[in-house]
């Protein structure tokens, strides 16, 4: 099957398709399996049973198009006959087996790292995922994307700087594969040469030391696992004489070839959610699937897929060639910065660490100036806005965005002295003292343990409740025009945000518990050279490692009594607390000991009785102090949980199950 399916032309209040429009750049669609039932065929409420399709899907975009222009490096992508650029990607989509008892919606869910699943709904609405990151080594497992290299005219490499940090390497270890720095996933770059004076590794082996040059001939893109040093050439390894310090940091930087076009990801998503929504056929007759039955279409991302959504937006990808909105609604969650994918180059699986692109580009929802990196007025919505083609946004975070993920800015922006206001578009909630996407939840009095690698027992405050709530208020604003609850963050103007120290917010001083100093992940202004696009996170890296300019000012949210945060959108558990929550963690050992555990939050579990409080000196009262009784404490849950359901940050039947586990808990209970 293979072709090309016309788009219309007309405007988006008729929707048509006609032989002849507009040129659609998904040519070809192959359903290759087909579940029917699926699920073990079970039922989702009034929407019954799910089946699912997945398979690959085929498109090429016109590099001369003002849409797909702004893809980096899409005019050095080879083209076809036609001068298109070709691509092709994975998709899975979940819908009713009876589409009668569809809510018209397609709910999009942007793959975080090619995972992620077809789901059924009880509301009916279409779930569907699709491959964008090309930078993955393609898997039966995984949502893929087959991205063109881009190369000179004459078929000679582009070339360009890259920089991998290596850290946390295990003992005895004399080979690392390029590439698998947790998140990153270099799989494409590979050096131009081997030779290795003309790279460059340093090796340092605390944060406050200076980094050492490692010798050239100490050290070769190279297997040593069977055969010692030097070993044998691979341009996909690093060696080092003697191997590696498991404790040091090791920074690489070499410059590499051949760079995949990756900003085509936007492109495919953009052109499968429209086929989707208003396509009727591929070239030779293939039908869309989903062909007259899409009213809505929505996209939700979390962590790295949230950040594609903001720069899917920003970069003008929202409207199709034809014109047209592709997302009438939108849900970024935990996502705080811009995704590093529209570069030479470029890292798409970065998460904040060191050295990587990320908060360079615009990061408000309203226009802002930049004054402090001598940026000119922008936002993130300027683009749609341009085109009527901007869709209801909810921005959801909490805590841990703000100690690692750099929040701050998207707030107070870089000088952090004022709120920047929302569009009438945006909502904002902010979950207050949450770990990377929320904790498991659960009504207990036993600790979590830590995270692997931090000190703290883990985060088990919940966001997923919370969200429930909010996707169905989502939904309900796009296609019934219900207003959502009221924007619930933390704001300067309410004196809600400080500088991240103990005396800023107003920690504690609970026994035995590190201090929340020198935890927060800076804000580096970071100097990529002068070819480097900062507001749009587009063009070419010229300088790694890059300087840094600036250290930017970051807030984070004050503390109660307990050390809770304060403000925002808390869980029930949050609100009938059993211990402080906090959007941070503490590193046990390795390069980065005492520093922020990365995307791990913590927990300091309240004391069970007041003797047991005293004798420690904790200054928080115990459980028994709060709330007297087990029966008290689900009677406390019970209140919590119907005023959230009464202000639409709770279903009913969530807050029914939260009841029934507080009410089987171990909280104050009598013991037989």
Not at 285 to 301: C, D, E, F, H, V
Not at 523 to 542: A, C, E
Not at 554 to 564: C, M, Q, S
Not at 629 to 646: E, I
Request: net charge neutral; aromatic share 8%.
């Amino acid at each position: 099957m293979s072709g090309m399916l016309n788009r219309t032309g007309l405007a988006a209040t008729v929707i048509l398709i006609c032989a002849g429009c507009l040129q659609a750049r998904v040519t070809r669609i192959v359903v290759e399996h087909r579940e029917s039932p699926a699920f073990g065929g079970q039922a989702f409420g009034k929407a019954g049973q799910y089946e699912v399709l997945s398979g690959h899907f085929f498109g090429e975009i016109d590099p001369k198009d003002p849409h797909n222009s702004i893809i980096m490096d899409i005019q050095f992508a080879p083209r076809n006959a036609r001068g298109m650029v070709e691509y092709s990607a994975t998709f899975a989509l979940s819908k009713p087996i009876d589409m009668s008892k569809s809510n018209g919606v397609l709910y999009y869910s942007v793959s975080n790292r090619g995972r992620g699943a077809p789901v059924g709904s009880e509301d009916g609405r279409i779930n569907l995922l699709s491959g964008w990151q090309g930078d993955l080594p393609q898997r039966s497992n995984a949502q893929t994307i087959v991205a063109p290299v881009a190369r000179k005219s004459d078929g000679s490499p582009l070339t360009g700087p890259v920089l991998e940090r290596l850290i946390d390497i295990p003992p005895n270890t004399t080979t690392v594969d390029l590439g698998t720095t947790p998140y990153v996933g270099l799989t494409y770059q590979r050096p131009l040469t081997l030779d290795t004076a003309k790279a460059s590794l340093t090796r340092r082996t605390s944060q406050n030391a200076p980094a050492a040059a490692v010798p050239s001939g100490d050290w070769a893109f190279a297997d040593c696992t069977a055969k010692p040093f030097p070993g044998t050439p691979d341009p996909g390894k690093l060696c080092v004489k003697g191997g590696f310090d498991p404790s040091s940091e090791y920074v690489l930087v070499f410059t590499a070839k051949d760079p995949l076009v990756l900003g085509i990801g936007f492109a495919a998503t953009r052109d499968l959610n429209s086929f989707l929504r208003y396509g009727a056929k591929d070239d030779i007759g293939t039908p869309n699937p989903l062909a007259g039955q899409l009213k809505w279409a929505i996209s939700r991302g979390d962590s790295q897929s949230g950040n594609f959504i903001r720069s899917y937006i920003h970069l003008g990808f929202n409207q199709d060639e034809g014109g047209r909105m592709v997302w009438d609604g939108a849900n970024p969650h935990i996502a705080a910065r811009q995704l590093a994918l529209n570069f030479r180059f470029a890292v798409a699986g970065g998460y904040a660490a060191g050295y990587q692109p990320g908060s360079e580009g615009v990061l408000w929802w309203s226009d802002y100036q930049d004054r402090v990196r001598s940026r000119p007025t922008a936002g993130l919505l300027d683009r749609c806005r341009a085109t009527n083609t901007c869709p209801k946004i909810f921005d959801t975070f909490g805590a841990l965005e703000f100690w690692f993920l750099r929040e701050s800015p998207d707030l107070v922006g870089t000088d952090a002295k004022s709120d920047i206001p929302l569009p009438p578009n945006v909502r904002r909630y902010f979950f207050p003292g949450t770990t990377h996407g929320g904790g498991r939840g659960g009504f207990s009095t036993a600790a979590p343990r830590p995270p692997n690698g931090c000190v703290l027992p883990a985060n088990p405050n919940p966001e997923s409740d919370t969200m429930r709530a909010l996707t169905a208020a989502l939904i309900e604003w796009v296609t019934k025009g219900t207003e959502p609850p009221p924007s619930r963050y933390p704001r300067l103007d309410q004196r809600q945000l400080a500088p991240a120290t103990k005396a800023g917010i107003g920690f504690p001083d609970i026994p035995g518990a590190p201090l929340p100093e020198g935890l927060v992940n800076p804000v580096f202004d970071y100097d990529f050279g002068p070819d480097f696009n900062y507001n749009d996170q587009s063009g070419l890296i010229t300088k790694q490692p890059p300087a840094v300019r600036h250290v930017l000012p970051t807030l984070v949210p004050k503390v109660d009594a307990d050390g809770n945060d304060v403000g925002g959108v808390p869980s029930v558990l949050r609100q009938v607390p059993l211990g402080t929550y906090v959007g941070w963690n503490v590193t046990a050992a390795g390069f980065d000991k005492g520093k922020i555990c990365t995307l791990n939050g913590g927990y300091l579990p309240f004391a069970k009785t007041k003797a047991e409080r005293a004798a420690s000196g904790d200054p928080r009262p115990s459980l028994e102090e709060r709330y007297g009784s087990h029966k008290a404490y689900v009677d406390a849950v019970k209140a919590a949980a119907d005023k959230a359901v009464a202000e639409r940050f709770l279903l009913r039947a969530d807050a029914d199950r939260l009841v029934a586990e507080a009410a089987a808990s171990d909280v104050l209970a009598e013991r037989p």
